[in-house]
């Protein structure tokens, strides 16, 4: 079980560092985790040498904290990039408000300045 706990380890550290992929490396990590501890507390008992286990564990847990890092910078990067589009949707809001309002009083003076010019043509 050692040694199934260090290969699934330097698996899933090598693969948890892989956006998305990393999460179909979760299991097999945690699995890992557990089957390091189990052979530990075997080896102990059988007073056998024990580092095969331990380094599963260590990778395993490396492994696991890789992904748990990479979700929350994923998090992060999608939170931060949700506010940005938000203040953009407002800069494009604003803009096409201040545009309507430019346009209409252009074309309040183009029908006042047409306005006026009818009336000078009468007299």
Do not use: H
Not at 9 to 31: D, E, K, M, S
Request: hydrophobic share 50%; aromatic share 8%; charged share 15%.
């Amino acid at each position: 079980m050692g040694t199934a706990s260090l290969v699934i380890g330097i698996i899933a550290i090598i693969f948890g560092f892989i956006p998305i992929v990393n999460y179909f490396v979760l299991l097999p990590a945690l699995l890992g985790l557990v089957l390091g501890i189990i052979d530990i507390g075997i080896k102990v008992k059988q007073k056998q040498p024990r580092s095969e286990s331990i380094c599963g564990v260590v990778l395993n847990s490396l492994a696991i904290f890789v992904i748990a890092a990479w979700t929350m910078a994923i998090a992060l990067i999608i939170s931060s990039s949700g506010e940005q589009i938000q203040r953009l949707q407002l800069i494009v809001q604003d803009q096409f408000t201040r545009m309507q309002r430019q346009s209409s009083a252009y074309v309040s003076d183009l029908e006042y300045s047409s306005t006026r010019e009818n009336k000078e043509n009468e007299e």
